[in-house]
T-cell receptor, first 117, second 111 residues
Framework: GAVVSQHPSWVICKSGTSVKIECRSL??????MFWYRQFPKQSLMLMAT?????????EQGVEKDKFLINHASLTLSTLTVTSAHPEDSSFYIC?????????????FGPGTRLTVT | QKEVEQDPGPLSVPEGAIVSLNCTYS??????FMWYRQYSRKGPELLMY????GNKEDGRFTAQVDKSSKYISLFIRDSQPSDSATYLC???????????FGGGTRVLVKP
């Protein structure tokens, strides 16, 4: 099956610094990638949708200047949390959509746990 | 009102019992219906998907969709302790669109 990886799986950073999270589709090309965040015991909350080569579309209430998304290739999307604060501590998950005919499935990465101290 | 409603649980059942999960939705534009399983600190894993109203069976899992009532269900037969996880329903209006998730139901299968 299709595999999506995320790196790092776990990161701790100090308040005020920036952190980059990578999402890669390992065996398929992803026309669209989605970024979610998940707080403990809560569901996934979509942050943004990114299409290769174009600007990401952010959900209402998500600061685009704080959560920078780059989808530079069909296999890689990155999320950069800038000037991180403790309230940004969360579980960040990406998903990738192949965009092939009759395939609606999105494949999820294993997630990245961010802790801001 | 949320577009997709799901009882958060927790739902505790003895091993071997049938687990019954459900979601309701309000937007008739949803066309694809999925069930994901998520273990703690892991990404969601797709269990079942359905497009049309009716039943779909895959091993111990049965998914039901009733579009007229805007109601979907997932049944897990012969539940095992390894089925203990959070189960999320999700819906899609069209391929490539964003998924709309329910809040998730925590399930605990006791040995």
């Amino acid at each position: 099956g299709a595999v999506v990886s995320q790196h790092p799986s776990w990161v701790i950073c100090k308040s005020g610094t920036s952190v980059k999270i990578e999402c890669r589709s390992l065996d398929f090309q992803a026309t669209t990638m989605f970024w979610y965040r998940q707080f403990p015991k809560q569901s996934l909350m979509l942050m943004a949708t990114s299409n290769e080569g174009s600007k990401a579309t952010y959900e209402q209430g998500v600061e685009k200047d704080k959560f920078l998304i780059n989808h530079a290739s069909l296999t890689l999307s990155t999320l950069t949390v800038t000037s991180a604060h403790p309230e940004d501590s969360s579980f960040y998950i990406c998903s990738a959509f192949p965009g092939t005919d009759n395939n609606y499935e999105q494949y999820f990465g294993p997630g990245t746990r961010l802790t801001v101290t | 009102q949320k577009e997709v409603e799901q009882d958060p649980g927790p739902l505790s059942v003895p091993e071997g019992a049938i687990v019954s999960l459900n979601c309701t939705y309000s937007n008739s534009a949803f066309q694809y219906f999925m069930w994901y399983r998520q273990y703690s600190r892991k990404g969601p894993e797709l269990l079942m998907y359905t497009y049309s109203s009716g039943n779909k069976e895959d091993g111990r899992f049965t998914a039901q969709v009733d579009k007229s009532s805007k109601y979907i269900s997932l049944f897990i037969r012969d539940s095992q302790p390894s089925d203990s996880a959070t189960y999320l329903c999700a819906m899609l209006k069209a391929a490539g669109n964003k998924l709309t998730f329910g809040g998730g139901t925590r399930v605990l299968v006791k040995p």
